[in-house]
C-alpha cells in the first residue's frame, strides 16, 4: 500500500504508461491545471524534469479517472498543491514539430520515407484555484515550484505553446 500524508493522498508518483488513454488518432491524452492565487494574480509553474526550464503541472489522464481527476492528480504529484477546479479550458493539440523515430531515416522502394512519425499528445487544461501547498508531496526531490505573474510564466512558457495557450485561456490577471 502507497503511503499516504494527512490528506490522505498518496506519496507516490503514478508511473509508466500502461493505464494511459490515447484517442483514435494515437495521441496521448495528457490533463493538466494552470493553477492560480485566489485574486488570480499569480500563477503556479513547477521545474520540468526532462527539460531545463518551467511548465505547468500536466500528465497522463488515465483509465481508472476522469480527467479533472487525472488533472487534480498530477498539480498534486507534481506542485505538491490541493486545488479546487473552477473551469474547463477545453482541449488543446500539441503544437511543437513531430519528431521521426529512428526508422524514419530509412527510404521504401518508392522514395518516400516510410518512417512513422511519432504521435502527439492532446492536452486538457483546468483553471485551478491553489487551495493549499503542502510540504511533503511526491515529487519535492525533483521539482521546484515558483509563483510568477502572467506576462513572466508566458515568457518562460515561450518554448511550449500549449501551454502558453492554456495560460491565455485562463481569467489571470494580465
Not at 515529487?139 to 518554448?159: P, S
Request: charged share 35%; with cysteine.
Amino acid at each position: 500500500m502507497a503511503a499516504t500524508n494527512g490528506n490522505n493522498r498518496s506519496m507516490e508518483s503514478r508511473t509508466g504508461r500502461t493505464n494511459q488513454r490515447y484517442n483514435a488518432k494515437g495521441e496521448r491524452l495528457v490533463a493538466g491545471v494552470v493553477p492560480l492565487t485566489e485574486d488570480k494574480a499569480y500563477v503556479m509553474l513547477i521545474q520540468s524534469t526532462r527539460r531545463k526550464g518551467w511548465v505547468l503541472p500536466k500528465g497522463g489522464w488515465e483509465t481508472d479517472e476522469e480527467c479533472h481527476e487525472a488533472a487534480a492528480r498530477e498539480a498534486w504529484e507534481e506542485a505538491g498543491i490541493c486545488v479546487h477546479i473552477d473551469y474547463d479550458l477545453g482541449e488543446i493539440q500539441e503544437m511543437k514539430p513531430r519528431k521521426k523515430s529512428s526508422a524514419s531515416s530509412s527510404k521504401g522502394k518508392d522514395g518516400k520515407d516510410s518512417g512513422k512519425e511519432k504521435a502527439r499528445s492532446l492536452y486538457r487544461f483546468y483553471e485551478v484555484t491553489v487551495t493549499s501547498e503542502e510540504q511533503e508531496w511526491p515529487e519535492r526531490e525533483k521539482r521546484e515550484r515558483k509563483w510568477f505573474t502572467f506576462e513572466e510564466a508566458k515568457a518562460l512558457l515561450k518554448d511550449r505553446p500549449e501551454l502558453q495557450t492554456a495560460l491565455e485561456r485562463s481569467t489571470m490577471k494580465r
